[in-house]
């Protein structure tokens, strides 16, 4: 028998999801995609406590909400097929939960000195230009080296006390660019409502794999998590709703480079999006853009020197427009290309020449306590 725990916390994307059919999609963490777990034995497992959500035995019909901690623990012979061994409850003690778990989900995380690059802040805000290889939000995982950490040293202890610690939106690790993350009920409050009506003008840059028949188009299908592999996303017929608008900037080769602006914000849509129009990220291995097919796509040696240098997916959030939730005023930020892609956007003429010129550095550093 080998012996599994795991712990996650519930982003938008899982919300509403029925905790035994939770735990199905998530089994190929464990057992892998060879072996399936059933609906009843599934259930026996949330009934007997092997699985807890806020360190607390729920029904296998509990809806999930945003900022759920499921912890699982389970013995899995490695040789047989589920079913499975189920284990006593998990207590907070034996897995060292945070006393205020069961009731905030907040996780005990310490102020770091992480750089951050700030291009504003106030009381009710703070916006950033988030670098490479910084995980946004933790889990009980990962409770150190995250921007909320930075956050909290940068900002102060009181941004421990709000809900999902400020944050309204996030990036993934290795997209850079733009996001803003609230320091006040209030402000958390306004800037979550207008990420949910589609109100925030965002805009991001990339380069895919291929050039796109259209020079405009509108990727309107629903995603989902993956059944065979929970960390990524897919197309799914009874998905959450997801748009993505994109605009042609310039082709080079069989590469392209792409302005897109988003309706929704499902996670990694604009990757999964793009390469189910078959054109993934540049530099993106997870949905099909990674170095290999990427260099396929460069016909001289220059290019395809620039495209085996990528550590990552070429995606950066290049702006970020909201209504200031004190103020009333509309803002807009602009992040300048990060280093590590400046060689594989620069093969393309300036974002200058489309309409995407940063604002000047008065508007960009605008001291918004005054207006």
């Given at each position: 028998m080998?012996?599994?725990?795991?712990?996650?916390t519930?982003?938008?994307?899982?919300?509403?999801?029925?905790?035994?059919?939770?735990?199905i999609q998530?089994?190929?963490?464990f057992?892998?995609?060879?072996?399936?777990?059933?609906?009843?034995?599934?259930q026996?497992?949330?009934?007997?406590?092997?699985?807890?959500?806020?360190g607390?035995?729920?029904?296998?019909?509990?809806?999930?909400?945003?900022?759920?901690?499921?912890?699982?623990?389970?013995?899995?012979?490695?040789?047989?097929?589920?079913?499975?061994k189920?284990?006593?409850?998990?207590?907070?003690?034996?897995?060292?939960?945070?006393?205020?778990?069961?009731?905030?989900?907040k996780?005990?995380?310490?102020?770091?000195?992480?750089?951050?690059?700030?291009?504003?802040?106030?009381?009710?805000?703070?916006?950033?230009?988030?670098?490479?290889?910084?995980?946004?939000?933790?889990t009980?995982a990962?409770?150190s080296?995250?921007?909320?950490?930075?956050?909290?040293?940068?900002?102060?202890?009181?941004?421990?006390?709000?809900?999902?610690?400020?944050?309204?939106?996030?990036?993934?690790?290795?997209?850079?660019?733009?996001?803003?993350?609230?320091?006040s009920?209030?402000?958390?409050?306004?800037?979550?409502?207008?990420f949910?009506?589609?109100?925030?003008?965002?805009?991001?840059v990339?380069?895919?794999?291929?050039?796109?028949?259209?020079?405009?188009?509108?990727?309107?299908?629903?995603?989902?998590?993956?059944?065979?592999?929970?960390?990524?996303?897919?197309?799914?017929?009874?998905?959450?709703?997801?748009?993505?608008?994109?605009?042609?900037?310039?082709?080079?080769?069989?590469?392209a480079?792409?302005?897109?602006k988003?309706?929704?914000?499902?996670?990694?849509?604009?990757?999964?999006?793009?390469?189910?129009?078959?054109?993934?990220?540049?530099?993106?291995p997870?949905?099909?853009?990674?170095?290999?097919?990427a260099?396929?796509?460069?016909?001289?040696?220059?290019?395809?020197?620039?495209?085996?240098?990528?550590?990552?997916?070429?995606?950066?959030?290049?702006?970020?427009?909201?209504?200031?939730p004190?103020?009333?005023?509309?803002?807009?930020?602009?992040?300048?290309?990060?280093?590590?892609?400046?060689?594989?956007?620069?093969?393309?003429?300036?974002?200058?020449?489309?309409?995407?010129?940063?604002?000047?550095?008065?508007?960009?550093?605008?001291?918004?306590?005054?207006?």
């Amino acid at each position: 028998m080998n012996h599994f725990e795991y712990s996650t916390t519930i982003d938008n994307d899982q919300v509403g999801c029925r905790l035994d059919r939770y735990l199905i999609q998530q089994w190929s963490h464990f057992a892998g995609r060879a072996k399936q777990l059933s609906r009843s034995t599934a259930q026996q497992m949330v009934q007997r406590g092997s699985v807890t959500v806020n360190g607390s035995i729920q029904k296998p019909s509990y809806k999930l909400k945003a900022g759920d901690l499921v912890w699982m623990s389970v013995e899995l012979d490695s040789t047989v097929a589920p079913p499975l061994k189920t284990l006593p409850p998990i207590s907070r003690s034996a897995h060292n939960i945070p006393p205020d778990q069961g009731r905030g989900h907040k996780l005990d995380l310490a102020p770091e000195s992480i750089p951050l690059n700030i291009l504003f802040q106030d009381s009710d805000l703070v916006v950033l230009d988030k670098p490479l290889n910084l995980i946004v939000q933790p889990t009980p995982a990962v409770r150190s080296g995250t921007l909320i950490n930075a956050l909290i040293h940068h900002c102060g202890a009181e941004q421990r006390e709000l809900a999902r610690y400020g944050l309204v939106h996030r990036l993934d690790k290795d997209t850079t660019g733009v996001m803003v993350v609230a320091k006040s009920n209030p402000a958390q409050q306004h800037l979550t409502a207008q990420f949910k009506d589609h109100t925030v003008q965002r805009t991001y840059v990339t380069v895919v794999c291929g050039q796109p028949k259209n020079s405009t188009g509108i990727i309107s299908v629903p995603l989902g998590r993956s059944r065979n592999d929970f960390r990524k996303m897919t197309v799914k017929e009874n998905g959450r709703r997801a748009v993505t608008h994109y605009r042609v900037l310039h082709s080079l080769d069989r590469l392209a480079q792409l302005e897109l602006k988003l309706e929704t914000g499902r996670t990694h849509q604009i990757r999964v999006h793009l390469a189910s129009i078959g054109h993934p990220v540049a530099g993106d291995p997870t949905y099909g853009g990674g170095n290999k097919r990427a260099f396929n796509e460069a016909s001289t040696k220059q290019i395809r020197q620039i495209v085996n240098q990528l550590n990552r997916q070429a995606l950066h959030a290049l702006t970020l427009g909201f209504i200031h939730p004190r103020t009333g005023r509309f803002i807009q930020f602009f992040s300048s290309i990060p280093l590590d892609l400046a060689p594989l956007f620069g093969l393309f003429p300036s974002l200058s020449c489309n309409g995407l010129q940063p604002p000047s550095a008065r508007e960009s550093s605008i001291n918004v306590d005054a207006l």
